[in-house]
């Protein structure tokens, strides 16, 4: 599910601003973007990321800004010392002029390093807040697109009960049609005279029993009950429960159009189909 946080906080003599963005996928993959400093941590940062978002696609960018007192890097001045009396009497010797020394200083292997600074475990404790903060601002966002979810799926689901209805209200034509057209194919064929009117309503009793589609509506009502029951549940990780019961809800509305021989059932089959693959999109974005 997409979402965004952004959190911003003083640390010691470090002020961190944390971003994490999260996009709709199937499993958890998180691209980490981390200072040199919580390096050692990028386990712990992805083990909180995964433990509260779950799923998605998640970017996470933590960036470091010093303060005035803080040093973002470090000088070796003894080193440094030892340079300078080296290359002042370099330039003495060569007669030359000293001015660009501390440039040349500068650039000398060792003199000047990167700031090593370990963070210590209040400092991590203190950083994990401000992740924490940031995470949860990324749950806010889901919950709001969650509710805006479940309010879309219940409605394709709803669709799919009310084209259903029209199914079971269009089946007493289509037996009616059955009949009439195996009636007149007789007729065409052998003539109204040359056929067994009994034998042909056992026949006829037969034919629409291999058709019937009644089992199939009960099933795919059962189906969509479950599937709402399960909307309704408190807690997360319902998305692949209910992605399975959809795929048994296509299954009953495929059988029901294959079975049916009939025009006007084909095309509520189509649409239901139609809120059937709109419900699998959404649902991927469940959790």
């Not at 994490?20 to 909180?48: C, D, H, M, W």
């Not at 978002?53 to 970017?59: D, F």
């Not at 300078?84 to 292997?109: V, W």
Request: with cysteine; aromatic share 6%.
């Amino acid at each position: 599910m997409t979402g965004y946080g952004r959190s911003e906080s003083p640390v010691g003599d470090r002020t961190f601003l944390v971003e994490i963005r999260s996009l709709n996928g199937k499993q958890f993959e998180t691209l980490v973007k981390l200072p040199q400093l919580l390096k050692p941590y990028e386990f712990e940062v992805r083990n909180a990321l995964s433990e509260r978002l779950q799923r998605g696609s998640i970017e996470c960018t933590v960036t470091l800004k010093l303060n005035g007192a803080s040093r973002p890097v470090l000088i070796n001045t003894e080193l440094a010392a030892s340079y300078h009396r080296q290359l002042s009497g370099l330039c003495e010797t060569l007669g030359m002029d000293r001015s660009g020394i501390l440039d040349a200083l500068m650039r000398m292997p060792e003199v000047v390093a990167p700031n090593t600074d370990a963070m210590d475990a209040t400092d991590w404790a203190r950083f994990r807040e401000v992740l924490d903060v940031a995470i949860g601002r990324v749950d806010m966002h889901r919950l709001d697109e969650g509710a805006a979810l479940e309010r879309d799926l219940r409605t394709r689901i709803d669709n799919i009960r009310l084209l259903q209805r029209e199914v079971v209200a269009a089946e007493p034509r289509r037996r009616e049609r059955i009949r009439e057209q195996l009636r007149r194919t007789l007729e065409e064929n052998l003539g109204a005279e040359r056929y067994d009117a009994n034998r042909m309503e056992q026949e006829l009793l037969f034919y629409i029993e291999k058709m019937d589609i009644s089992e199939e509506q009960v099933r795919l009502l059962n189906h969509c009950d479950y599937f709402l029951s399960i909307l309704a549940e408190e807690g997360e990780g319902k998305g692949k429960k209910l992605s399975f019961v959809l795929q048994e809800i296509g299954r009953e509305i495929n059988t029901t159009g294959s079975k049916a021989y009939d025009a006007e059932i084909q095309r509520t089959v189509v649409s239901m189909k139609d809120e059937l693959e709109k419900a699998k999109e959404q649902v991927l974005n469940v959790l």
